[in-house]
């Protein structure tokens, strides 16, 4: 039960997570605050979630240091990171990632293809778990990259491409979204406080296999540049943060 079932968009957000007694840490003079790099290994602040088989999750060393590598096997298994944090405190969410291949059954527009060799999940709970809403992130297999629509079982959890299909599989891309300019256009209002970060590899619906790794995942104080906006569901012309390397 739980947070990645709500993601998932198949089950409810669990109230461990909108109860939970987050705390904002970090201080006024810090730009930027990093949630892990996994130079470490796998912090015990990222919980497992398994929901049909398990998808993978080790520490692997690559290039110059190491990473979270995922691999699934028609399996659907998450890590969530609980921190409560303002967005007008830390509007930027960074990361790198990398896919070794995309799903060729992958469809966001249909319950039966909402897989995916990478996404991760920003997560603002209410109180009234039916009403708690996420940005999901992904690694889109189809969906034109800089495009976003409502997930296929929930409408509340809004899919952003922010890269997709087959292009730079293989290769380590670097992201960057300022996810507060992102809320607004996604929801319409100013953001809540966040309660959670997420990411899952899964490939339970489309019975694939896939495998990512991902590293340096860290908000940030200040935005950097800016990039067009993302088009499709809900879009409006405010302008996003480039999710360009």
């Given at each position: 039960m739980?947070?990645m ?6 089950w409810l957000?669990?109230?461990?997570l ?6 904002a840490e970090?201080s006024?003079e ?11 290994g ?6 497992r979630r398994?929901?049909r088989g398990?998808?993978t999750?080790n520490i692997?060393?690559?290039d110059?240091?190491l990473?979270?590598m995922a691999k699934s096997e028609?399996a659907?298994?998450?890590?969530i990171?609980?921190?409560r ?6 509007p930027?969410l960074t ?16 319950k039966?293809g909402d897989?995916y060799?990478a996404?991760?999940?920003v997560?603002?709970?209410?109180w009234?778990?039916?009403k708690?809403?996420?940005i999901?992130?992904i690694w889109?297999n189809?969906m034109?990259?800089g495009?976003?629509?409502?997930n296929?079982?929930?409408?509340k959890?809004v899919?952003v ?5 087959a ?5 380590w891309?670097?992201?960057?979204r300022n996810?507060?300019d992102?809320?607004w256009?996604?929801f ?14 899964d490939?339970?619906?489309t ?5 990512a790794c991902y590293?340096d995942?860290?908000i940030e104080?200040?935005?950097v540049?800016?990039?067009?906006p993302v088009?499709g ?6 302008k996003?943060?480039?999710?360009s390397?």
């Amino acid at each position: 039960m739980g947070f990645m079932r709500f993601v998932k968009g198949r089950w409810l957000l669990g109230l461990w997570l909108v109860w939970a007694p987050l705390v904002a840490e970090g201080s006024a003079e810090e730009t930027f605050r990093l949630i892990d790099d996994f130079e470490s290994g796998l912090s015990e602040r990222w919980e497992r979630r398994d929901f049909r088989g398990q998808t993978t999750y080790n520490i692997v060393a690559m290039d110059d240091g190491l990473c979270l590598m995922a691999k699934s096997e028609a399996a659907a298994s998450g890590l969530i990171y609980r921190l409560r944090y303002d967005l007008t405190d830390y509007p930027i969410l960074t990361w790198r990632w990398r896919v070794d291949n995309i799903l060729a059954r992958g469809d966001a527009s249909r319950k039966e293809g909402d897989d995916y060799a990478a996404r991760i999940y920003v997560v603002f709970p209410h109180w009234i778990p039916l009403k708690t809403r996420s940005i999901n992130y992904i690694w889109a297999n189809r969906m034109p990259r800089g495009s976003h629509r409502p997930n296929a079982f929930y409408d509340k959890a809004v899919m952003v491409a922010v890269q997709s299909g087959a292009e730079n599989v293989g290769r380590w891309i670097t992201e960057r979204r300022n996810v507060f300019d992102d809320y607004w256009e996604l929801f319409g209002e100013a953001p809540p406080s966040v309660g959670a970060i997420a990411l899952m590899t899964d490939t339970d619906n489309t019975g694939e296999s896939a495998s990512a790794c991902y590293d340096d995942i860290r908000i940030e104080r200040r935005q950097v540049r800016r990039g067009p906006p993302v088009s499709g569901f809900f879009a409006n012309p405010r302008k996003k943060t480039d999710i360009s390397p």
